[in-house]
């Protein structure tokens, strides 16, 4: 890593303030020091009942720009991100007030590093919920990001070390899926999690392609989207020279990829490459959004209502998320994911 002078200086957004958002921002703050210049947007008050709840003896001091914040052990900077009064908010309680604030946080850390006055942005969870409580018509993080950096072609991916899974379609009804399957947005997200592998590991990736069926359909006996929308778009990849195969019956690839086959797996809906990730990570997946022109990562959970101000949340995907942010900041002048 190098010299503290030259880390990267990274937002860390508070998300959804009624979830575990502080308190995990405040748990992993001395981990986050060695990785970057961490910078917290969030709201100033919320941060310091995080640190509270962690019987943590550090301050917040107030920051009107990134660039003003010097961050320590005992000192932890907050720019804030949001006019919306959270005195009255109750943990694991659905709250407009919160769902604003949270997607105000990610807006102004987003408008920050578009600007480069940070070199990336490491988010905590938001809550679906609360966003449409607010009037916010957004399923989560991604498509918030995308939308405000303009960007078309954009994949949700995860990852657990050197194995990453991007995913083909994110927040919707399973039954709204076999229509979005097309291919050319599984390309898409081959070329997508090619590029963003690439610059983790250093090196083009391995990658295998999921099938949607069981046994990928078995030569067309259980649906035909294999041969119509999925092995087309490997084709295509493949004549680009990207080293992708597939498609693979999802069962088998997910062993495959674990015993070190595959460095990432394209899959077709949310919960199939989620819930693989989630398993093998054990709390230390990566939520990772490639295609965007910044560099952002996340928790790869969510704000845990359920234990929310209780003191016992574990904030070991931050301290990840942040280390994952760190080494793709440092990439950003070769390209982006």
Not at 158 to 182: I, Q, S
Request: hydrophobic share 45%.
């Amino acid at each position: 890593m190098k010299k503290s002078s030259h880390l990267p200086r990274l937002l860390i957004t508070l998300g959804d303030v009624a979830g575990i958002g502080p308190e995990i921002v405040a748990r992993a703050w001395p981990d986050l020091l060695p990785m970057c210049r961490p910078v917290v947007v969030g709201d100033p008050l919320w941060v310091r009942r995080g640190l509270e709840l962690i019987g943590s003896t550090a301050r917040v001091v107030v920051v009107d720009e990134p660039e003003e914040a010097e961050a320590n052990a005992e000192v932890v900077p907050c720019l804030v991100g949001s006019e919306v009064d959270l005195r009255g908010v109750q943990p694991g309680r659905v709250e407009a007030s919160a769902g604003r604030a949270a997607y105000d946080f990610l807006c102004r850390a987003i408008d920050e590093t578009t600007t480069g006055n940070a070199e990336g942005i490491v988010t905590a969870p938001l809550h679906k919920e609360g966003l449409h409580a607010a009037g916010l018509p957004y399923p989560g993080h991604t498509e918030i990001l995308a939308e405000r950096t303009g960007v078309k072609e954009f994949a949700m991916v995860l990852a657990v070390g050197d194995l990453a899974v991007a995913h083909v379609t994110l927040h919707m009804a399973l039954r709204e899926v076999f229509c979005h399957l097309t291919p050319a947005a599984v390309l898409e997200k081959i070329r997508l999690l090619d590029g963003l592998q690439t610059r983790l590991l250093g090196r083009r990736p391995r990658l295998g392609v999921a099938a949607l069926n069981p046994h990928a359909s078995d030569g067309g006996l259980f649906g035909d989207e294999e041969a119509l929308a999925i092995a087309p778009a490997v084709e295509t990849a493949r004549s680009e020279g990207l080293d992708v195969s597939g498609p693979w019956p999802c069962d088998t690839l997910f062993v495959r990829a674990r015993r070190g086959e595959f460095d990432g797996v394209v899959a077709m809906y949310h919960d199939q490459g989620h819930i693989a990730l989630k398993l093998l990570g054990e709390g230390r997946a990566v939520n990772i959004s490639a295609g965007l022109p910044i560099v952002r990562t996340s928790v790869a959970h969510g704000t845990a209502y359920d234990i929310a101000g209780r003191g016992c949340a574990d904030a070991s995907s931050l301290v990840e998320a942040t280390r994952v942010a760190a080494r793709l900041a440092q990439t950003a002048d070769k390209t982006h994911e």
